[in-house]
């Protein structure tokens, strides 16, 4: 794994795959299934792009195992303050979410090559009257401000449900993310979840071209954020950190390195558009 | 009914008595929990109220998490700066159909001191345009009593309630209607020409209505505070009555109350009209009046403007 050399002597914590075991006692066949439906969404989300060149493949891509193993620890209820809540802030990466829910059974499978089409239930962006999807998302750095406001009536009724928002390093630009981060370190809100798809692009490019943004998890934790990393490749590392940020008294970022060129198994253009 | 004749200090004194009825209402602003009096909910209920700081884009996507999770979120704060979190109101709020309640104080000219920065007159068009909202203007306390319960707990979705600051000469006090989504209410009938109008500029509609009574033109005068849903048979009806429409407006004219009115009567039942309102950004003064009587939106100017109609062939 390599992590920015910014944060390079400068002591936030960080949890490797490799780390000491502080994952729940699972199956080690539930991680392999895991493995397997990631691999299963990235082939979906492929076939995907046949059909629609529209789809943000590489942003897609990139959330495939954070998506994959938070639904590992979502929890549903009939309660909205006792379930879990996952908003993909993102929302470029919708496609990414489909794939997974398809693989889970929540929508059918064959849907997912009618994405864009006129009758189909599969917008490119999250709307919330697709089965699985928590929140419409689309325009960036709203999904935060939203998963602070749940995560707040949570806590303020005494539920036990948590909110996972899963954001891009890009939507990081937002003046949005400051007044939502500044606020929930404020409220002190352990039952949220942030996770930054840290792949280093954005719309017109590379991140470090565009605004470069190495110094973000020191802002976030000067805030009073928990700040950890993952390999946001592996399930196994994603796991220990959610773990992790579930047990912490504060909110918790987990910044998941992921690769924009990686693994794309079958020969696409990506540079196509 | 001992309403206050100030529209924040009624809006305080409500948000207490609702936060009673109902422990699933918050209330959320933005740095202005003084100046829109929510702080008085705070006072009294401190787990139920939530200042952001100067953030009105999370003032926004917050409330809507909230009303998510099932809490009745009021979210408060100067109408001008809320439109700072329109695209939020658009994307997170409307386009979910959340049940949000935007309450937007010192709209118009009403704070009259602080000048063009600070007076809002686009916020009617902006908050019109987007699905699913409702948009209402009281015309002074005692309509903004009549309605607000019903649209805090009765009416689901979201909603944009338009308020002033202090200044609310009273329009309504007197006249008995219950409040309904939807519904415009005739505050004096007429058949020669029908003046419609929101807020405060009803208190003028009236004064020139009576001035007109006396140079032998009955002038019918609505309460148009449901601006969406808009009551079209009111309209309707009252254009055919009279024949001869002025709307009046503390807004811009492009896209507030008479566009939404005109929307209605070019398709509906064409009829001469007149369109009282801004035409640009306003500035300092002394008091609200001064700035309503200095852009032509006073007593003076509405006679002057039915008078013109009427002579309209």
Not at chain 1, 238 to 265: C, G, H, Y
Not at chain 2, 99 to 107: F, L, M, R
Not at chain 2, 194 to 222: Q, T
């Amino acid at each position: 794994m390599v992590y920015p050399g910014v944060l390079d002597g400068i002591p936030i914590r960080m949890v490797k795959g490799d780390a000491e075991p502080i994952l729940n006692s699972r199956e080690l066949d539930e991680i392999e299934q895991l493995i397997n439906l990631v691999e299963e969404a990235r082939k979906d989300l492929l076939i995907m792009y046949q059909y629609d060149k529209h789809i943000h493949l590489e942003s897609s891509l990139t959330s495939l195992e954070i998506l994959a193993t938070i639904h590992l620890f979502k929890k549903s209820s009939e309660n909205l303050v006792d379930r879990d809540w996952l908003i993909l802030s993102k929302g470029h990466a919708a496609p990414a979410l489909y794939a997974i829910l398809a693989e889970l059974g929540v929508i059918p499978k064959s849907e997912l090559i009618n994405i864009n089409s006129i009758n189909s239930i599969l917008q490119n962006h999250p709307e919330i009257s697709i089965p699985g999807v928590d929140v419409s998302t689309g325009s960036l750095a709203q999904g935060l401000s939203i998963g602070v406001g749940i995560a707040t009536w949570i806590k303020s009724v005494g539920g036990c449900g948590r909110v996972f928002v899963v954001m891009g390093d890009g939507e990081n630009d937002e003046g949005q993310v400051w007044e939502s981060i500044t606020h929930a370190a404020m409220l002190n809100l352990n039952n949220l979840i942030v996770v930054v798809d840290w792949n280093g692009h954005q719309h017109d490019g590379s991140v470090r071209k565009v605004k470069p943004k190495d110094y973000l998890p020191l802002v976030w934790r000067a805030i009073g954020w928990r700040v950890l990393w993952a390999n946001g490749h592996d399930i196994v590392s994603l796991m220990i950190a959610i773990e992790s940020a579930l047990k912490s008294d504060r909110p918790t970022v987990i910044f998941a390195q992921t690769d924009k060129n990686r693994r794309v198994a079958v020969d696409v253009d990506l540079y196509a558009e | 009914m001992s309403s206050c004749k100030s529209f924040r200090e009624e809006f305080g004194k409500l948000l207490i008595e609702i936060g009673e009825k109902s422990d699933r209402v918050v209330v959320v602003t933005a740095d202005v929990g003084l100046s829109t009096r929510a702080s008085m909910f705070g006072e009294k209920f401190r787990d139920r109220y939530f200042n952001v700081g100067i953030a009105e884009q999370h003032l926004i996507g917050f409330a809507a998490g909230l009303a998510i999770a099932g809490a009745i979120p009021i979210a408060t704060a100067f109408a001008e700066f809320i439109l700072r979190g329109w695209e939020q109101i658009r994307n997170s709020v409307a386009r979910m159909n959340l049940n949000v309640k935007i309450v937007a104080t010192h709209a118009g000219y009403s704070d009259h001191a602080d000048g063009a920065s600070h007076q809002a007159l686009e916020d009617i068009a902006l908050m019109r345009v987007l699905p699913n909202m409702a948009v209402v203007v009281p015309a002074d306390t005692a309509d903004l009593r009549r309605c607000f319960e019903k649209l805090v707990l009765e009416y689901r979705g979201p909603t944009y309630i338009r308020l002033g600051r202090d200044y609310a000469p009273p329009v309504t006090e007197d006249v008995d209607y219950e409040y309904e989504v939807g519904k415009a209410y005739i505050l004096k009938d007429g058949h020669d020409v029908a003046i419609i109008g929101a807020g405060v500029v009803l208190h003028e509609a009236l004064v020139a209505a009576k001035e007109l009574d006396k140079r032998g033109i009955s002038a019918c005068v609505v309460n148009l505070l449901n601006i969406k849903p808009i009551d079209v048979d009111t309209i309707v009806a009252v254009a055919k009555k009279t024949g001869r429409v002025v709307v009046v407006e503390e807004h811009m004219v492009y896209g507030g109350v008479g566009s939404a009115v005109a929307e209605i009567l070019v398709q509906r039942y064409p009829v001469p009209m007149r369109l009282l309102g801004a035409t640009s950004f306003g500035r300092s003064a002394k008091s609200q009046q001064e700035l309503l009587s200095y852009y032509g939106l006073d007593n003076k100017s509405i006679i002057k403007t039915v008078l013109e109609v009427m002579n309209h062939e």
